[in-house]
Each structure stands twice: as C-alpha cells, then as structure tokens.
T-cell receptor, first 114, second 112 residues
Framework: NAGVTQTPKFQVLKTGQSMTLQCAQDMNHEYMSWYRQDPGMGLRLIHYSVGAGITDQGEVPNGYNVSRSTTEDFPLRLLSAAPSQTSVYFC?????????????FGPGTRLTVT | EDKVVQSPLSLVVHEGDTVTLNCSYEVTNFRSLLWYKQEKKAPTFLFMLTSSGIEKKSGRLSSILDKKELSSILNITATQTGDSAIYLCAVVRLNSGYALNFGKGTSLLVTP
C-alpha cells in the first residue's frame, strides 16, 4: 500500500492562476479531508468528504473547490490563487467506523503564491 | 463556533524533565479527542480519547480526557531530545466524517 499520496510536493503559482492539488489513497477509506497549515496556526480544515459524491465545507473553504468522484481520489482546486493561500496543504483519510480514530496523512504539498 | 485551545504555546525543558501539555475544547456533538506529534512533516498519530478518566499510555507518553472539564492533558516523562516537536490536539464531532478541528499546537523543545 502506498497509503495517502499527494502531488506535487512543491508548487509556485502567480496570483490569479488556478491549479489542482492531487490526493489519492489506496486503502479504500470512506473519509477524506483537506487541511492547510500556516505558521503558528495549527492545521485548519478546508473541505471534507464522507464518501464518493459527498463533500462538505470545513473552517476555511473560501477560494477552494473539491469533488469526490471516486473513493480513491479527492482533488483540491484553487480557483484563482492569492498570496493568502501560501501554505502547506495536507490531505488525510480514515476508514468509517474505525475504532482508533487515526487519520492517515499524506506528506503534504508546499504551495507558494507570488 | 467550535474552539480547541492548547497551552502553553511553546515550552523549553531539559532532558529528563516531565512535561504536561494542555488542551481544552468547546465543541458541539463531541465524538473524540486526538493527539498528534509533528516534526517538520505530516502529523503522526499518538492517542485517541473518547471516555472520561481512562488513561491511554504509550511508553513515556500518556494522555487522559476529562469530559466534565472539557479538557485533556498529554504527559511526557523523562523527556528526550527526540521528543522535540509540535504537539497537536484535535477534536472530532459526530457525523463529520472524522474531520479534525485542531488547536494551534504546543511547540516543545527538549535541550540536552
């Protein structure tokens, strides 16, 4: 199992550009989520999904879109990048009903918007 | 609005010291509280707590939840330099797909 994979690892965008951060998991997990981490802020939830075709907003959803057409993939789209979206982005997944509650995190994507 | 507050925000201790990290929360429909360790990469899972008063232990780390006080503590005994990291507390609500609501973290530095 590759676990949770994220691409790219690093990305530099200009203000106004759009892009998609990819997230995939091969563990057949129902639940997936996206977080951003800024210095001194901990991780903040952007969007999450409880299964294919179902998504919901988290704490900081503005400027981001998601869709979940398959169980494996949960891409995060930046519609028009802004410097405030410079951050490290983590994707995570978890199986439904799991007793330990552990979420499996991807390695992260470091995004810089100039 | 849900809140997760960790204290202290940063801490410097000497090797061998014992530290206690705090997490308090205000969350509707509480399901569980989780602790993670982060060292310059993705967070790694430490504990999940759902029931009040039951201590979870792993080596020198332990944690307990107090649902009456809406808080949790993470204890690290006989600290080592390898314990230097950011410790994150997160809360999960019912029916939220295990989405995590994180505190800002406690940055722990253990000096030799």
């Amino acid at each position: 199992n590759a676990g949770v994979t994220q691409t790219p690892k690093f990305q530099v965008l200009k203000t106004g550009q759009s892009m998609t951060l990819q997230c995939a998991q091969d563990m057949n997990h129902e639940y997936m989520s996206w977080y951003r981490q800024d210095p001194g802020m901990g991780l903040r939830l952007i969007h999450y999904s409880v299964g294919a075709g179902i998504t919901d907003q988290g704490e900081v959803p503005n400027g981001y879109n998601v869709s979940r057409s398959t169980t494996e993939d949960f891409p995060l789209r930046l519609l028009s990048a802004a410097p405030s979206q410079t951050s490290v982005y983590f994707c995570a997944s978890s199986p439904r009903g799991q007793g330990s509650g552990e979420q499996y995190f991807g390695p992260g994507t470091r995004l810089t918007v100039t | 609005e849900d809140k997760v507050v960790q204290s202290p925000l940063s801490l410097v201790v000497h090797e061998g010291d014992t530290v206690t990290l705090n997490c308090s929360y205000e969350v509707t429909n509480f399901r569980s509280l989780l602790w993670y360790k982060q060292e310059k990469k993705a967070p790694t899972f430490l504990f999940m707590l759902t029931s009040s008063g039951i201590e979870k232990k792993s080596g020198r780390l332990s944690s307990i939840l107090d649902k009456k006080e809406l808080s949790s503590i993470l204890n690290i005994t006989a600290t080592q330099t390898g314990d230097s990291a950011i410790y994150l507390c997160a809360v999960v609500r019912l029916n939220s797909g295990y989405a995590l609501n994180f505190g800002k973290g406690t940055s722990l530095l253990v000096t030799p």
